[in-house]
């Protein structure tokens, strides 16, 4: 028994004081000064935030293949210590998620973890090469829920039609990161005026852009569900609002950093503020944030992105893109959206977990009974200061490191169990 949280649920239009029972793994029911049931543990939830559990459509876990730097089961844990009862893990590992067997890997990994869900999304094509497509039916029938190439774009406009086309027979989005190779080669950060003073190779808005318009073309030539990763440009938020307005299937996301950072942060050379794309302008940050406001862009992911320590103390220029979001994610929203008015609560927990959950055709993100007892309890008042030391993930490249945030999750459930308590401890490495 969860007793007197806020209880949110965007998709039962649900926002009152509420009691929620669980049994068995799943929701037994939600209301008012419920009967408690013999035996049952109680949380007390006054003053808190009682919604689904949290969905985060992309994810990099580096399981198989680089597993100094995250494993499945430490990715998993960092995710319900940020309130993520479900995450999809991106086919770029080593070996590529291209075939059943590295699908499977993935979905015993994750329930031999016992933390988050963990939902593999396979790749496009064929060790991500760009030439001919994975078997997507084989993908889909081993756990695959999307495909994607991410880390580079699909690479050639026919490949991206009929990756459109064939995902639809099995009723998967395709996920493609938007980045016109040509246009990005050599850069290290965004194209401005930061880039020129620190005397760095940029990467343009256009680099993106050309690719969200490609992409749109082919979703509204198919009638295939698009899925565009980490939007950073003002121009892609405002093709993708032109598109759904056109009814073109498309959804979108945008990752916590690109919401709150500007490639300002780039100043010293600090390589825990590269990633790609690149953090942006003003004016891109203040367009993404309004896209997320109206739905335009639908979801927030954080891209989370594990490297070693060595690797990001590099030159710039030699540095890795990326950086990790599971466990700082609620508190950057919160800090930089709800405080400020640009989000209420519900809509957090709808572009955090409803939306999500439903872009992906996943269980949970509703609290209806029935549903899988997928739960995030947490406080959205609660002050804390980022220390990468604390958390659960193996890596520590976050650009918010030592920065004052407000929102932190009290307990996590999985399938009706407590997986994450606020206060546990982190355990090895």
């Given at each position: 028994?969860?007793r007197?949280?806020?209880?949110i649920?965007?998709?039962?239009e649900?926002?009152?004081?509420?009691?929620l029972?669980i049994?068995?793994?799943?929701?037994a029911a939600v209301g008012p000064?419920?009967g408690?049931p013999?035996?049952a543990?109680?949380l007390?939830a006054?003053g808190?935030?009682?919604a689904p559990g949290f969905v985060?459509?992309?994810?990099h876990l580096?399981?198989?293949?680089?597993?100094?730097v995250?494993?499945?089961?430490t990715?998993?844990?960092?995710?319900?210590?940020?309130?993520?009862t479900?995450?999809c893990a991106m086919?770029?590992?080593?070996?590529?998620?291209d075939?059943?067997?590295?699908?499977g890997?993935i979905v015993s990994?994750a329930?031999r973890a016992?933390?988050a869900?963990v939902?593999?999304i396979?790749?496009v094509?064929?060790?991500?090469?760009?030439e001919?497509l994975a078997e997507?039916?084989?993908l889909?029938?081993a756990?695959a829920?999307?495909?994607s190439?991410d880390?580079?774009?699909?690479?050639?406009?026919h490949?991206?039609?009929t990756?459109?086309e064939y995902?639809?027979?099995?009723?998967?989005?395709?996920?493609?990161?938007c980045e016109?190779s040509?246009?990005?080669?050599?850069?290290?950060?965004?194209?401005?005026l930061?880039a020129t003073r620190?005397g760095?190779?940029?990467?343009p808005?256009?680099?993106?852009d050309?690719i969200v318009?490609?992409d749109?073309a082919l979703a509204e030539l198919?009638g295939?569900?698009?899925?565009?990763?980490h939007?950073s440009?003002?121009?892609?938020?405002?093709?993708?609002?032109?598109?759904?307005?056109?009814?073109v299937q498309?959804t979108?996301?945008?990752?916590p950093?690109?919401?709150?950072?500007?490639?300002a942060?780039c100043?010293e050379?600090?390589?825990?503020?590269?990633m790609n794309p690149?953090?942006?302008?003003?004016?891109?940050?203040?367009?993404?944030?309004?896209?997320?406001a109206?739905g335009?862009?639908d979801c927030?992911?954080?891209d989370h992105a594990?490297?070693?320590?060595?690797a990001?103390?590099?030159e710039f220029d030699?540095?890795?893109?990326?950086?990790i979001?599971?466990?700082?994610a609620?508190?950057?929203?919160?800090?930089?959206?709800v405080?400020t008015?640009?989000l209420?609560?519900?809509?957090?927990v709808?572009?955090?977990?409803?939306?999500p959950a439903?872009?992906?055709h996943?269980?949970?993100?509703?609290l209806?009974?029935?549903?899988p007892?997928?739960?995030?309890v947490?406080?959205?008042?609660?002050a804390?200061?980022?220390?990468?030391s604390?958390?659960f993930?193996?890596s520590?490249?976050?650009?918010?490191?030592?920065?004052?945030l407000?929102g932190r999750?009290r307990w996590t459930?999985v399938?009706?169990?407590v997986?994450?308590r606020?206060?546990?401890a982190?355990?090895?490495?």
């Amino acid at each position: 028994m969860i007793r007197g949280g806020r209880v949110i649920d965007p998709a039962a239009e649900r926002d009152a004081i509420a009691d929620l029972l669980i049994m068995d793994g799943s929701v037994a029911a939600v209301g008012p000064s419920l009967g408690t049931p013999d035996g049952a543990e109680v949380l007390d939830a006054t003053g808190l935030v009682v919604a689904p559990g949290f969905v985060d459509l992309h994810v990099h876990l580096r399981e198989p293949g680089r597993e100094d730097v995250e494993t499945i089961a430490t990715g998993a844990r960092a995710a319900v210590a940020g309130g993520f009862t479900s995450v999809c893990a991106m086919p770029n590992t080593d070996p590529v998620t291209d075939n059943q067997a590295a699908v499977g890997f993935i979905v015993s990994q994750a329930q031999r973890a016992g933390a988050a869900r963990v939902y593999p999304i396979a790749a496009v094509s064929l060790g991500q090469q760009g030439e001919r497509l994975a078997e997507f039916g084989e993908l889909v029938s081993a756990g695959a829920v999307a495909v994607s190439d991410d880390g580079r774009p699909v690479a050639t406009a026919h490949l991206m039609r009929t990756a459109l086309e064939y995902a639809m027979t099995f009723g998967i989005p395709v996920i493609d990161h938007c980045e016109e190779s040509t246009l990005s080669a050599g850069g290290a950060m965004h194209e401005g005026l930061t880039a020129t003073r620190l005397g760095l190779k940029g990467i343009p808005r256009a680099a993106e852009d050309v690719i969200v318009a490609r992409d749109i073309a082919l979703a509204e030539l198919t009638g295939g569900h698009l899925h565009l990763a980490h939007i950073s440009t003002a121009g892609a938020a405002r093709m993708i609002r032109e598109a759904k307005a056109r009814g073109v299937q498309v959804t979108a996301e945008v990752t916590p950093h690109h919401l709150a950072l500007t490639d300002a942060c780039c100043e010293e050379y600090n390589t825990n503020a590269k990633m790609n794309p690149p953090l942006r302008e003003r004016g891109d940050v203040d367009a993404v944030r309004a896209a997320l406001a109206d739905g335009t862009i639908d979801c927030i992911a954080t891209d989370h992105a594990p490297h070693h320590y060595d690797a990001k103390e590099a030159e710039f220029d030699d540095a890795p893109f990326g950086v990790i979001g599971l466990e700082t994610a609620l508190g950057v929203v919160v800090s930089e959206l709800v405080d400020t008015g640009q989000l209420s609560l519900p809509e957090l927990v709808r572009r955090l977990s409803t939306r999500p959950a439903e872009v992906a055709h996943l269980p949970g993100g509703t609290l209806v009974p029935g549903a899988p007892a997928d739960v995030v309890v947490f406080d959205p008042a609660a002050a804390w200061v980022v220390d990468p030391s604390a958390f659960f993930s193996k890596s520590r490249n976050t650009p918010f490191a030592g920065r004052a945030l407000r929102g932190r999750v009290r307990w996590t459930l999985v399938g009706g169990a407590v997986v994450h308590r606020a206060g546990d401890a982190r355990r090895g490495a």
